[in-house]
Every structure is written in C-alpha cells, then in structure tokens.
Nanobody, 115 residues
C-alpha cells in the first residue's frame, strides 16, 4: 500500500521559514522522482518543485526560485521542501506527488503566511 504523508506546515509571518517533509512508503522510493505541488484557495494546483530519483537535479517554479529548496533522503524515503523568505502569496495547501504507477498524492499540509 502506497502512502505519502506530509508534515511541517503551519502559520508563519512574512519572511519566515518552514521545512515540509513527505514520508513515502509502499514502493521503492529511490526509483522515482518526486514533486511538490501547492493549491491556494480558488486557484488551480501548481507545481512548486521537482527532484530526480537520485536527487541530482531539481527544477523550480519561477515564483519560488531562490527561496525554496527541494531535497530528498533516499535512506529515509523522504522528500523535503525548505521554504525561506515566505510571502503571503505562498499561502496554500502543499502536496507531495509520486509518479509511481498511477501516481499518488499525499493528504496535504497547510501553509499560511501572514503579512
């Protein structure tokens, strides 16, 4: 059974930092890339950052480049999203996604940035 469990969200102030985690289980984590998405109220879900299976390459949405860093620990089957210099427009539910088989989503973690 594949599970993706996000954690680390919360309420922070403009300029603060947060680190999200996504713990995966039920498949060979190190064989697949991982992606963080987010969805703000009234908006479509958008890609935030993606990382290859080895962690060697990352790609970011323009809105977060230079502020967010995606990383992974294949020994812990976990992917991370370090978010620095947070802005109110980063407020959203953040989801991790695995392309394994049909594709799997976590349940999401709320990030709220107050101005």
């Amino acid at each position: 059974q594949v599970r993706l469990v996000e954690s680390g969200g919360g309420l922070v102030k403009n300029g603060d930092s947060l680190r999200l985690s996504c713990a995966a289980s039920g498949y060979i984590f190190s064989n697949y890339g991982m992606t963080w998405y987010r969805q703000a109220p009234g908006k479509e879900r958008e890609m935030v950052a993606t990382i290859t299976n080895s962690g060697a390459r990352q790609n970011y949405a323009d809105a977060v480049k230079g502020r967010f860093t995606i990383s992974r620990d294949n020994t812990q089957s976990t992917v991370y999203l370090q978010m620095n210099s947070l802005k109110p427009e980063d407020t959203a539910v953040y989801y991790c996604y695995s392309p394994y088989r049909i594709g799997f989503w976590g349940q999401g973690t709320q990030v709220t940035v107050s101005s």
